[in-house]
């Protein structure tokens, strides 16, 4: 193709994306606006449910099926990305290199925080269902906090940290016990992922019925499978040579 | 007040995502990409969206430039090979 065929082509999907998007805005509820129709229908389930964090209502309980579909994309996207950096033919993996040149309190900072980043990465998965947070956002947590031990300039430290083969079994264990409280679900209750445990009381750490459980499962496979993954570049980067292009 | 903050922090991921686009090295762009991560996250808290905020700063500033970064030092190393 020319390049002006492709100029004409760009220039009418992307005539047809704005005009799209310019009808849609127009039709879009006024910002800020105090009508939500979805918000008077989502608050009261989750009330009804004992949980606080109305967002994790609807991630794990109201649309957990949502979350099921979307923990299955990110463990596809870092089984692919893990398969596509593996050592290939015609690469070899050698020494990593020593220790870079690390400042004292980049390296201060780095143990210092490393505790403290994992606590609060466990305060957050094990939180999600009373305050902001859950088992996605504390995972990835979890998994950035064990790379302070990186930042300190150690790479072998980081090694030691995080037997990888741990890791692929969490990302496996956590997603496969997504999919077994869903089941639960079906066969103790009404459907597949209903919230199947008593709800217990507002505001309690056990409230909430399955919610804490499906967000530690969510926990689990988030922080093993973005650990998985930077494991994947960091080998890359550090330890792999040669390939044929 | 709100309005004025809101209008700032629009202002501020505008600039900052078109800081992001014009960067010519990609090494550089993961910099900047990190702070674009950074004014979004105080976007959606000022917006009242604290878990989506979390979500933004744990992959948006540091999990998305780590890999970038990464991956210009791979193909860097390659290059030196080559030579």
């Given amino acids: 193709m020319s390049r002006t065929a492709r100029m004409i082509v760009f220039g009418v999907g992307a005539a047809g994306v704005g005009v799209s998007l310019l009808l849609a805005f127009l039709r879009l509820p006024a910002f800020g606006a105090t009508v939500h129709p979805y918000r008077d229908l989502s608050v009261p389930a989750a009330i009804q449910h004992s949980t606080a964090n109305v967002i994790s209502s609807i991630n794990f309980d109201q649309r957990a099926l949502d979350t099921l579909g979307e923990e299955i994309i990110l463990m596809g996207s870092v089984l692919g990305a893990a398969t596509l950096l593996r050592t290939a033919r015609g690469e070899s993996e050698t020494a990593p290199p020593d220790e870079g040149r690390v400042l004292p309190a980049t390296r201060l900072l780095g143990y210092l925080l490393l505790p403290v980043t994992l606590l609060i990465g466990f305060d957050v998965v094990l939180h999600g269902h009373l305050t902001p947070g859950g088992g996605f956002q504390g995972g990835v947590v979890l998994a950035t906090g064990l790379h302070l031990a990186y930042l300190t300039g150690r790479y072998q430290v980081l090694r030691r940290l995080r037997p990888l083969s741990w890791y692929t079994y969490g990302e496996a264990l956590g997603a496969g016990a997504f999919a077994v409280l869903g089941v639960v679900g079906l066969v103790a209750s009404s459907a597949f992922l209903a919230n199947f445990l008593p709800f217990g009381r507002f505001e309690q750490p056990l409230s909430a019925g399955a919610v804490p459980l499906l967000n530690f499962a969510v926990g689990c496979e988030v922080a093993s499978g973005v650990v998985v993954l930077l494991a994947a570049f960091l080998k890359q980067a550090l330890v792999v040579e040669g390939g044929s292009r | ?83």
Avoid: C, I, N, Y
């Fill in chain 2, 1 to 83: 007040m709100t309005t004025v903050l809101l209008a700032l922090l629009f202002t501020l991921v505008a600039v900052a995502g078109t800081v992001v686009v014009w960067a010519d090295k990609p090494g550089r762009q993961a910099v900047v990409l990190s702070v674009f991560g950074l004014a979004l996250t105080v976007l959606f808290v000022v917006l009242q969206a604290p878990d989506v905020a979390l979500s933004q700063l744990a992959v948006g500033t540091a999990v998305v430039p780590l890999m970038v970064l990464l991956t210009t030092r791979k193909v860097r190393r390659l290059r030196g090979e080559r030579r």
